[in-house]
């Protein structure tokens, strides 16, 4: 939480940090910091122990003030920006605006430059601040900001249960679509057109709008075999037929910067004996999963518990890669368990066997078993949930059904 970033920067011995970006748009950290979304950007300081300092344009005063996590705004202008850029040129006025709040700011130790930029420009950033007297450094992973967003505080819970609510509305209603469609002798048709991965998916981008969600990143529609392949986007001209696996992983942002990620499988008709058992193998494994979440767990033994399912049903998982049994592992559970949600798509913490860090309450995950048989089809299925001390809040209200008749 951001209430926990003045104890980050002391563990990590960072005295002040700086975030930066042209835009919050695609970063995360400048999302954090500021708030909310802020169209151009600006630089975040934070010297340990103090309050933080925005800096904006003219034109992003009011949405600086309005989205209010930082009381102290300032302008460029109020720090001189346009009388630096004429004397050492626009690209080097802002290294020298940061070094001047910083040493205004009493700031001496190392310096944290954070926010999702070009490399070329962070690493010219750093230089040029090193120049002028700024001991800056960069972090390995996690780094402060990492860490504190991995809790989420109350509003941020609220806003990706809102997300979540929306995107199992879409899902819902995708699936009640294609059920009710047309049928004849096993073919799809939507409006007496063959229905499509492609006709599916506008489909799926009007609902998304409706909601006012995007997808930046796209959306999982995989039918037949393509669904063994885990991130398989769907071929457009796929045609939708009965019997054969669907995999449908939507993975939506809210304008808050919010993401949700929920994946369901199913087929149109009746199932076949194979599907369903690898349905009822990855729902098992789902179920135990989201019964044994809880804080103090740690992302390596919930992984663990998952697999234990997985073997027992007969299929191979990752875990004999990482037994050394293995190299790889192209058939049966071939990913890790999930991974964090909140202003990305993919974040801490992970519930994988890399993952030793106890779970924490307020932290929210993916929780997504799947088991994929190449040449044949996968099945995965995922929710969205916040970890509490007792066990698990599932913020997806969709039903695990898998014959859609």
């Known amino acids: 939480m951001l209430s926990d970033l003045d104890s980050q920067m002391r563990r990590k011995r960072i005295q002040a940090i700086v975030v930066i970006g042209d835009t919050t748009l695609a970063n995360p950290d400048l999302t954090y910091v500021a708030g909310g979304a802020l169209p151009r950007g600006g630089v975040y300081f934070k ?21 209010g996590r930082v009381r102290r705004i300032n302008t460029y202008t109020d720090w001189g920006f ?6 050492y040129g626009r690209q080097s006025a802002l290294p020298h605006l940061i070094a001047a709040v910083l040493r205004t700011e009493r700031t001496k130790g190392r310096v944290g430059i954070y926010g999702r930029n070009d490399l070329a420009f962070g690493i010219n950033l750093a230089d040029q601040l090193k120049k002028l007297g700024i001991s800056a450094t960069g972090e390995s992973s996690p780094t402060v900001l990492e860490a504190a967003r991995e809790t989420k505080e109350h509003f941020e819970t609220n806003e990706l249960r809102r997300v979540s609510r929306k995107t199992s509305r879409i899902v819902r209603a995708a699936m009640d679509a294609l059920r009710n469609m047309n049928r004849k002798r096993g073919r799809i048709f939507i409006k007496n057109k063959l229905a499509t ?34 991130h398989n986007a769907g071929d457009p001209a796929d045609e939708i037929r009965e019997k054969r696996l669907i995999v449908f992983d939507i993975f939506p942002q809210a304008e808050s910067g919010y993401w949700s990620d929920v994946t369901r499988t199913f087929v149109l008709g009746r199932a076949d004996e194979k599907s369903r058992r690898l349905f009822e193998t990855v729902c098992e494994a789902q179920a135990g999963s989201l019964d044994f979440l809880r804080a103090g767990v740690t992302g390596e033994v919930a992984m663990s518990r998952a697999c234990d399912i997985i073997e027992r049903r ?54 997504e078993p799947g088991v994929y048989v190449p040449g044949f089809g996968g099945v995965r299925i995922e929710d969205t949930v916040v970890i509490t001390p007792r066990g698990i809040d599932n913020l997806v209200n969709v039903p695990k059904e898998f014959e859609l008749t």
């Open 47 to 67: 010297r340990v122990g103090e309050r933080p300092l925005l800096v904006v344009s003219n034109l992003d005063v009011g949405n600086a003030r309005k989205l």
């Open 82 to 87: 346009e009388k630096l850029a004429r004397k």
């Open 197 to 230: 991965v492609a006709s599916v998916k506008r489909m799926i981008s009007h609902m998304l709008a409706e909601e006012g969600l995007t997808a930046p990143e796209g959306t999982i529609f995989a039918i037949g075999a393509r669904s063994a392949d885990p």
């Open 314 to 367: 007969g299929y191979r998982t990752v875990r004999d890669v990482f037994k050394g049994t293995a190299t790889s592992v192209t058939s049966g559970f071939t990913h890790s368990l999930g991974h964090g949600v909140g202003l990305t798509i993919g974040e801490r913490p992970y519930l994988s066997f890399l993952s030793r860090d106890r779970l924490k309450a307020g932290q929210v995950v993916t929780v």
